[in-house]
């Protein structure tokens, strides 16, 4: 059997047009035209990338787009400095610092700073909080875009067994969290899980965000599961060139699986869709009106 390939550049593009129609509604008839900021601290090549793609679809969704770039040796009050005029900032309703940030700025004291309301990573404590009791709150974005392509896929997905690899905070930790929430049965595996083979043989939906090149094998996969790919891994091709590959042996798993994200083309793209949609609904709720039924 091989399985369906879950096509998250095409589920992309549906949420980021969706996001654009919301938008213009909310410029027609409330004059509200939502904004992101994207604060990059360094010039790591990789976060460029995304920063630039970030910046694009911000502006085809017609929104403000913001960024602010500061040297690698930037101190922690100069970032702390940046969050502060950005939380004041009446126009911007959405603030993400890209992560990871140079080593003399520390990272939790940052996503402290952020505004709550502006917070469209959802990386803060009471965004984490409000979350994981149910009320409502802005949900990362990478393990948002993961649980929609689930739900389009299986639909309910009650009583399943989800085996999440991975307990980082901004995707393994909110990732099982959600699955949670969607009442699944959830295990959450690590650098110190034993067996992780057999543990993953378990998994109805296998999420795999290791950060290790093709780590899940083919024969780690039950017949049938659905499998989602959260690494995005640059490794050398032989003529020096780079290619990207994800946490999962993608062919090894797809003639297995029932389901499988490709990378590049699956979560990538339903993370920076969902930046978009998360945008939108704060600066909903900043301003006070309901979300426009599009
Ligand atoms: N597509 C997208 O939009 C995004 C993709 N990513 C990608 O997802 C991947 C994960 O990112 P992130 O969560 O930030 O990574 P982190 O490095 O923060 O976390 C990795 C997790 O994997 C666990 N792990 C490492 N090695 C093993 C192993 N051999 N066996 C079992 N578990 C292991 C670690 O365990 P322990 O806690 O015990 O150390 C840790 O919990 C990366 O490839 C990243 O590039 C990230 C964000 C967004
Ligand atoms: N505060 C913060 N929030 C983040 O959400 C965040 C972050 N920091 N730091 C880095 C990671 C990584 N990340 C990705 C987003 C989109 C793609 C993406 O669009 N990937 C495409 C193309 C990738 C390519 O071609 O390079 C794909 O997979 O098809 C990848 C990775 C967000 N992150």
Redesign the pocket.
Known sequence: MTATIID??AFSARVRAEAGRKVMVLKEQHDLTPGLAVVLVGEDP??Q??VR??GKATVEAGMKSEEIRLDVTATEQEVLDVVHRLNADPTIHGI?????LPKQVDEMAVLDAIDPMKDV?G?HVINTGRQAVGLPAMV???PLGCLMMLKDTLGDLSGLNAVVVGRSN?VGKPMASLLLSENCTVTIAHSRTRDLPAVCRGADILVAAVGRPEMIRGDWVKPGATVIDVG?N?IPKEDGKTR?VGDVCFDEAVEVAGAITP???????M??AC?LANTVTAACRQAGIDEPEV
């Open positions: 998250g550049k990789a976060s990338v995304y793609n970030k993400l610092v890209q992560l990871p990573d990386f990362p974005c990478t901004i995005i640059r990207l990378v590049p083309g699956g979560v990538g793209p993370t920076i930046l």
